[in-house]
């Protein structure tokens, strides 16, 4: 369970998020348009991030630009 430990890694680079219009889910309670948040973890759909709620997540690379 690698995943448990993600919000203790280290950052691996940071992303803005450039929007929360999402299709089928509700991010925009959890992410904050303009804000830059830190990654913990990527995979090649997904950035697992701390968001709004202080626990990691992870969401689709297309909410984000890289800074």
Sequence with gaps: MIHQDWENNNTIKQVKCVHTN???YKVNSVLSEGRIYDVKNETDEFYFVIDNTNRI???KK???EGI
């Design 62 to 64: 297309e909410y984000f």
């Design 57 to 59: 997540a992870g969401f």
């Design 22 to 24: 999402a299709k089928k």
